[in-house]
């Protein structure tokens, strides 16, 4: 199986889980609109918060590039929502989705930026191109050229993607939507949890990264 279609059948499913089949429409089980690309230009904002772009302080901050790769994939979990719900409308089965957003794949060729401001203006063009003359394919394009200019290539998002998925998951599971989760662990932030654990099993699969997220959140 290819990982674009494992990653949008893993979407799939965490949007049926969370939201309740047929939100595609454009509602939750709760009657809460679902509007993806509101989720994507918030999350675009969160990503620039990565970058010490601040003239008035933090004058000799790094740039906080696990955190940008991080927000890159929640990004990722939102466009390829929004690519869901059109195709879900438009009778298009996951499959044949995977099969496009491939070839969308293969025509993003670029290579990592060597300057931060060209990241953060490159970050704001891709928010500029979500509400100005906005087409889903190209913006899928648009997407995988930002991830490469900034330093994720298809490997890493795929890894961390299926980290923050199952993530997801586990706070869905353990109480987030009514407030019961504990998001810090012995004061590390679940998605560092779960960064750790990735790195320390390069060959872990999605059970195996649940349990191992279910025994340290006993410890938190």
């Known amino acids: 199986m290819s990982k674009i279609l494992t990653m949008l059948e893993l979407q799939q499913s965490l949007n049926d889980n969370t939201n309740g089949e047929g939100w595609e429409r454009g509602l939750t089980k709760q009657g809460k609109i679902i509007n993806w690309k509101r989720c994507i230009y918030l999350e675009s904002a969160e990503l620039i918060e990565s970058y010490p772009w601040k003239h008035w302080k933090n004058i000799d901050a790094k740039v906080d590039r696990e955190n940008v790769k991080i927000e890159l994939v929640d990004i990722w979990h939102f466009v390829m929502s929004e690519a869901l719900r059109v195709a879900k409308l438009d ?3 996951i499959a044949n989705l995977s099969s496009e957003v491939e070839e969308l794949v293969n025509q993003a060729d670029a290579k990592q930026l060597d300057d931060y401001y060209k ?3 490159s970050i704001e063009s891709f928010i500029q191109e979500l509400f100005c003359n906005f087409e889903l394919k190209q913006f899928i394009v648009s997407f ?3 991830s490469k200019e900034l330093g994720l290539e298809l490997d890493e998002l795929y890894k961390l993607y299926l980290g923050k998925n199952i993530l997801n998951k586990f706070r869905q599971d353990h109480g987030y939507k ?6 810090i662990w012995n004061g590390k932030e679940d998605n560092v949890v779960m960064q750790e654990i990735l790195d320390a099993n390069a060959n872990i699969d999605a059970n195996g990264l649940y349990e191992e997220l279910e025994e340290r959140y006993k410890l938190a």
């Not at 009514?178 to 998001?183: A, L, P, Q, T, V």
């Open 91 to 93: 009778g298009v089965d």
């Open 119 to 121: 990241e953060i203006e």
């Open 144 to 146: 995988i050229t930002l």
């Open 178 to 183: 009514d407030g019961s989760y504990i998001k």
